[in-house]
């Protein structure tokens, strides 16, 4: 009899025994989670950095179009793209040449800011050019 009874009683956890594993998972994930919430929005605000450079120097390349830079390099200065969590806006004025040049360069429409850190910017990152054809980025988050 009694074997029957100690081979019937090893045949599971018991209560206890489930409660202290799921009492330390609840803590590892409560310390785990802060710092993989964090990393996550670092690595949102890299990938806007990259975004924003890409797009700045797909701007230098169309601008290497004759046409695109003679329409484009104004004497003040010209805001000709600018980037919002909405997507990226490419200057009315900025000529056919231009957004033919930019838009064969990258991906317009899956270019977007997802990152608070950018999303904060409220008129969005623009890429100047100057008078003398430098092209810059105004607007990035500190």
């Known amino acids: 009899m009694k074997k029957t009874q100690k081979k ?6 018991s209560l206890v025994e489930l409660i202290v594993v799921i009492a ?5 994930v409560g310390v785990l989670a802060p710092t993989l919430i ?6 949102r605000e890299s990938k806007d950095a990259q975004n924003c450079e890409q797009l700045k120097s797909s701007v230098e390349i169309a601008l290497q179009n004759e046409t695109a830079y003679s329409t484009n390099v104004k004497s003040d200065g010209k805001d000709i793209v600018t980037i919002t ?4 806006t490419i200057a ?4 056919t ?3 033919t040049e930019f838009t064969g360069q990258i991906d317009t429409s899956k ?3 997802t990152s608070k850190k950018y999303k904060d910017v409220t008129d969005g990152i623009k890429i100047n050019v100057n008078e003398k054809g ?8 500190s």
Request: no cysteine; aromatic share 6%; net charge positive.
């Open 8 to 13: 019937l009683g090893n045949k599971g956890f």
């Open 24 to 28: 330390i998972m609840a803590v590892l």
């Open 38 to 43: 964090k990393n996550i929005e670092k690595s």
């Open 85 to 88: 969590s909405s997507g990226v």
């Open 92 to 95: 009315s004025d900025a000529g």
């Open 97 to 99: 040449d231009f957004t």
């Open 111 to 113: 270019t977007k800011l």
């Open 134 to 141: 430098q092209v810059t980025i105004v607007g990035l988050p």
